[in-house]
């Protein structure tokens, strides 16, 4: 069971990863908010969390993506950010 557990949430970790370098890459490109979300949760799954963050030329996103786990730890979450430099 436990070890079905650590899958599932090495599984949501590598989606959140891929969803965040993905929005990175959508925000970086100009794309509106509502297209950004379409990206992460095409990547992520629905159930994905997003936010956005602009520093100068650099824009950091992070996604957090619930863990789907039979355990009873509670409501866990695997949360990855991405950061890339806004295109001219």
């Known amino acids: 069971m436990a070890l079905l557990a650590l899958s599932a949430a090495s599984t949501a970790e590598m989606r959140a990863a891929d969803a965040a370098r993905a929005g990175a890459r959508a925000v970086a490109l100009?794309?509106?908010?509502e297209v950004v979300r379409e990206v992460v949760s095409r990547?992520?799954?629905a159930g994905a969390g997003l936010s956005t963050s602009e520093d100068g030329?650099?824009?950091t996103v992070s996604v957090t993506v619930p863990v789907v786990s039979a355990l009873p730890f509670g409501p866990l979450e695997a949360e990855a950010d991405a950061v890339a430099r806004t295109e001219p």
């Open 30 to 33: 100009g794309e509106d908010p």
């Open 43 to 45: 990547v992520a799954g």
């Open 57 to 59: 030329e650099w824009v």
